[in-house]
């Protein structure tokens, strides 16, 4: 049967139409399909970038004292989680290559200690020269081959070396009897607001130290890490867990820490201004490696760069020995140089003294400098010099005060005439003379407080002495008194205790009002 023309034609259109509105529908409900889809994408990936960057979600809260802020984490981190797989492989085969390259000989002792007159900036005999270690010609010959052995090595060590790359934090160490000191410098750090996160490498861990970093510390993100653990190596193995004192263990928290950028603090060292900019600006970017100087001239022995086959540095009466307290550390360009350290450290019974000769402060703090000197590798000594704010001679001074690099770095690089040089802005408290334990407050009064007769108040003062205004214009606030605080507010805010009781009426007599 067929249609008239005109109702063909209309029919016809009718279908056009018909269809045409079906694939705008189906385009339509595609586009709002993609769209759709689209977002949730989106919105994933922006859920997931935004928990990246800001957990462990951080709750600034301002201080009563300064501009600086406390800070507190919802996320916890987990405790004493031990080596990974990768971590434990590679220290089974760096220990082999340590106890492999063990020189011959007993323990190098400086002929005496050195006058302080020689090795001081403005002592009277100072010396840029010093130059009085002797070695049995054997023993001089076996440290050599040794640590050429060693350094071989390092071509398939260093690139193996562990760490998550691009991550950033703190590593602190202490022994267990300098807890309480380390807790204080992460409530410091957290104070001037840092969201760095903390390992804390403590030496053999009681059961008590374990409580409170499940209970005090991980809320600051602070993961606690037990150094027995790292060292450990198996039955099968050639040789036998080494058993470490000192200094040994700074250079390998830095090796089994997985931070590929880490801020190194001793545990009685913390930043009075927030620190984490530091990775993102000069001199780190460019050296990978920023120390400060100690207040002494270097005394490393010629003999040392002999044996290390390595050229000795020209010194003027301008050079400065290392502090090795606060460090920054970039793992992958420094591998070879952070294990080169750690050979100095692992065999300090010869290596310490031919860093100091019998100097103050012999240890580990020039190990970390030559191990990048030997190989060759850049590293940024900061030039302003160590300063020590108040007298040694009340109570314990105010230790050592460190400089800002970058602002260090700037004002060396168009070399200034001195009437233009700034007064390079603090960065670091080392309190190496008076230690913060928030664990035994009560008996750091009891050592600042003269004796008293039965009956009598006790006379209490600052422990850094009255000229407080030093450390004001250096740290911008008063870093002493906040120091208090920040301990009070982690020992006594919610304790009715006698020793609370006590450390409140110090603070209100001393610093004039409460916590």
Same mark, same amino acid.
């Given at each position: 049967?067929?249609?008239?023309?005109?109702?063909?034609?209309?029919?016809?259109?009718?279908?056009?139409?018909?269809?045409?509105?079906?694939?705008?529908?189906? !385009?339509?409900? %595609?586009?709002?399909?993609?769209?759709?889809?689209?977002?949730?994408? #989106?919105?994933?990936?922006?859920?997931? !970038?935004?928990?990246?960057?800001?957990?462990?979600?951080?709750?600034?809260?301002?201080?009563?004292?300064?501009?600086?802020?406390?800070?507190?984490?919802?996320?916890?981190?987990?405790?004493?989680?031990?080596?990974?797989?990768?971590?434990?492989?590679?220290?089974?085969?760096?220990?082999?290559?340590?106890?492999?390259?063990?020189?011959?000989?007993?323990?190098?002792?400086?002929?005496?200690?050195?006058? $302080?007159?020689?090795?001081?900036?403005?002592? &009277?005999?100072?010396?840029?020269?010093?130059?009085?270690?002797?070695?049995? !010609?054997?023993?001089?010959?076996?440290?050599?081959?040794?640590?050429?052995?060693?350094?071989?090595?390092?071509?398939?060590?260093? $690139?193996?070396? $562990?760490?998550?790359?691009? &991550?950033?934090?703190?590593?602190?160490?202490?022994?267990?009897?300098?807890?309480?000191?380390?807790?204080?410098?992460?409530?410091?750090?957290?104070?001037?607001?840092?969201?760095?996160?903390?390992? =804390?490498? %403590?030496?053999?861990?009681?059961?008590?130290?374990?409580?409170?970093?499940?209970?005090? =510390?991980?809320?600051?993100?602070?993961?606690?890490?037990?150094?027995?653990?790292?060292?450990? =190596?198996?039955?099968?193995?050639?040789?036998?867990?080494?058993?470490?004192?000192?200094?040994? #263990?700074?250079?390998?928290?830095?090796?089994?820490?997985?931070?590929?950028?880490?801020?190194?603090?001793?545990?009685?060292?913390?930043?009075?201004?927030?620190?984490?900019?530091? #990775?993102?600006?000069?001199?780190?970017?460019?050296?990978?490696?920023?120390?400060?100087?100690?207040?002494?001239?270097?005394?490393?022995?010629?003999?040392?760069?002999?044996?290390?086959?390595?050229?000795?540095?020209?010194?003027?009466?301008?050079?400065?020995?290392?502090?090795?307290?606060?460090?920054?550390?970039?793992?992958?360009?420094?591998?070879?140089? %952070?294990?080169?350290?750690?050979?100095?450290? #692992?065999?300090?019974?010869?290596?310490?003294?031919?860093?100091?000769?019998?100097?103050?402060?012999?240890?580990?703090?020039?190990?970390?400098?030559?191990?990048?000197?030997?190989?060759?590798?850049?590293?940024?000594?900061?030039?302003?010099?160590?300063?020590?704010?108040?007298?040694?001679?009340?109570?314990?001074?105010?230790?050592?005060?460190?400089?800002?690099?970058?602002?260090?770095?700037?004002?060396?690089?168009?070399?200034?005439?001195?009437?233009?040089?700034?007064? &390079?802005?603090?960065?670091?408290?080392?309190?190496?003379?008076?230690?913060?334990?928030?664990?035994?407050?009560?008996?750091?009064?009891?050592?600042?407080?003269?004796?008293?007769?039965?009956?009598?108040?006790?006379?209490?003062?600052?422990?850094?002495?009255?000229?407080?205004?030093?450390?004001?214009?250096?740290?911008?606030?008063?870093?002493?008194?906040?120091?208090?605080?920040?301990?009070?507010?982690?020992?006594?805010?919610?304790?009715?205790?006698?020793?609370?009781?006590?450390?409140?009426?110090?603070?209100?007599?001393?610093?004039?009002?409460?916590?």
């Amino acid at each position: 049967m067929f249609l008239p023309l005109e109702d063909s034609k209309s029919a016809a259109w009718a279908n056009v139409l018909a269809s045409r509105r079906h694939l705008v529908k189906l !385009t339509a409900i %595609l586009i709002a399909t993609i769209f759709a889809l689209s977002l949730w994408i #989106f919105s994933s990936d922006l859920s997931y !970038t935004y928990q990246r960057i800001t957990a462990p979600k951080f709750k600034p809260e301002l201080s009563s004292s300064s501009n600086a802020t406390t800070s507190t984490y919802d996320a916890e981190s987990p405790q004493f989680t031990g080596p990974t797989s990768q971590v434990a492989d590679f220290w089974s085969r760096l220990s082999n290559e340590l106890y492999k390259a063990e020189p011959k000989g007993d323990e190098i002792v400086s002929p005496k200690p050195l006058d $302080p007159e020689q090795f001081s900036p403005m002592g &009277t005999k100072a010396q840029i020269d010093i130059d009085v270690l002797e070695l049995p !010609t054997e023993q001089y010959e076996s440290l050599k081959q040794t640590h050429h052995d060693y350094v071989q090595s390092l071509r398939y060590l260093a $690139p193996d070396l $562990p760490f998550v790359r691009d &991550t950033r934090g703190v590593v602190i160490t202490a022994s267990g009897a300098n807890f309480g000191i380390a807790a204080t410098a992460v409530l410091m750090l957290r104070h001037v607001g840092s969201k760095l996160p903390v390992q =804390l490498f %403590l030496d053999s861990a009681s059961e008590y130290e374990r409580k409170l970093c499940n209970t005090s =510390l991980a809320s600051l993100d602070v993961q606690c890490l037990n150094m027995d653990d790292f060292l450990h =190596l198996p039955k099968s193995a050639n040789y036998t867990t080494p058993h470490f004192e000192k200094f040994e #263990f700074k250079a390998f928290a830095l090796i089994f820490s997985s931070f590929q950028h880490i801020l190194f603090l001793d545990s009685d060292a913390f930043p009075i201004r927030k620190p984490d900019y530091l #990775f993102d600006v000069e001199p780190y970017k460019s050296h990978g490696l920023v120390v400060w100087p100690d207040f002494w001239l270097p005394t490393i022995s010629p003999l040392f760069y002999e044996i290390a086959e390595a050229q000795m540095p020209n010194r003027t009466m301008n050079s400065r020995a290392s502090e090795s307290g606060i460090m920054l550390y970039d793992k992958a360009r420094h591998a070879d140089s %952070l294990l080169l350290a750690a050979y100095y450290n #692992f065999y300090g019974k010869y290596y310490y003294q031919l860093h100091s000769q019998g100097a103050w402060g012999s240890g580990d703090k020039e190990t970390f400098t030559q191990g990048a000197v030997v190989l060759g590798n850049p590293f940024w000594r900061v030039k302003q010099n160590a300063l020590m704010l108040t007298s040694g001679e009340i109570h314990y001074g105010s230790g050592i005060w460190q400089a800002d690099p970058e602002i260090d770095w700037k004002s060396n690089q168009k070399q200034p005439t001195k009437r233009e040089i700034p007064i &390079t802005t603090t960065m670091f408290a080392h309190l190496n003379r008076v230690k913060f334990d928030t664990r035994r407050l009560n008996s750091l009064l009891d050592e600042i407080t003269p004796e008293t007769k039965e009956g009598e108040k006790e006379e209490w003062s600052r422990i850094w002495g009255p000229d407080y205004n030093l450390v004001v214009k250096k740290a911008g606030y008063d870093l002493e008194k906040v120091i208090w605080e920040e301990a009070i507010k982690a020992n006594c805010d919610h304790s009715l205790l006698d020793e609370c009781e006590r450390i409140r009426n110090y603070y209100d007599a001393v610093f004039g009002q409460g916590a």
